[in-house]
C-alpha cells in the first residue's frame, strides 16, 4: 500500500494551494479517504474525509468554508484544495484511509502516506 501527498509549499495568508494524493496497493474506490495534519509541538487532526463514491463529506471546524476534498477514483487520486489559508493551517499534511466523518478518529486510518509541508507565511 502506497499513499503519495503531494502539493505543499510555502505560501503568503490568503493563497490557495491543492494538495493531491495518489494511492496504490488497495481498493481505493471502496475506501473513504481523507486528510490530517500535524503542526510543530501539536498533536495529528483530522482535517477533512470523504466517502468512497463521493457522497459523504467531513470538514474540521477550523477549515469549513475555506478547503474543498475530492477524488478521482478513476485515477486513485485525492484533492484538498485549500483557499484563504492562514497562518494556522501550516502544518504536515498525511493523506489517509479508511477516514471517519467526525474529530477525534486519528488513530482509525490503517494506511498512512508521508507527508507534505504547508507553510503559511509572510
Known amino acids: 500500500v502506497q499513499l503519495q501527498a503531494s502539493g505543499g509549499g510555502l505560501v503568503q495568508p490568503g493563497s490557495s494551494l491543492t494538495l493531491s494524493c495518489v494511492a496504490s496497493?488497495?481498493?481505493?474506490?471502496?475506501?473513504?479517504i481523507g486528510w490530517f495534519r500535524q503542526a510543530p509541538g501539536k498533536s495529528r487532526e483530522g482535517v477533512s474525509c470523504?466517502?468512497?463514491?463521493?457522497?459523504?463529506?467531513y470538514y474540521a471546524d477550523s477549515v469549513k468554508g475555506r478547503f474543498t476534498i475530492s477524488r478521482d477514483n478513476t485515477k486513485n487520486t485525492m484533492f484538498l484544495l485549500m483557499d484563504n489559508l492562514m497562518a494556522e493551517d501550516s502544518a504536515v499534511y498525511y493523506c489517509?484511509?479508511?477516514?471517519?466523518?467526525?474529530?477525534?478518529?486519528?488513530?482509525?486510518?490503517?494506511?498512512w502516506g508521508k507527508g507534505t509541508q504547508v507553510t503559511v507565511s509572510s
Open positions: 470523504i466517502s468512497s463514491g463521493s457522497h459523504k463529506t
Open positions: 489517509a484511509a479508511p477516514c471517519r466523518y467526525s474529530s477525534g478518529s486519528e488513530d482509525y486510518p490503517n494506511f
Open positions: 496497493g488497495f481498493s481505493f474506490d471502496t475506501y473513504s
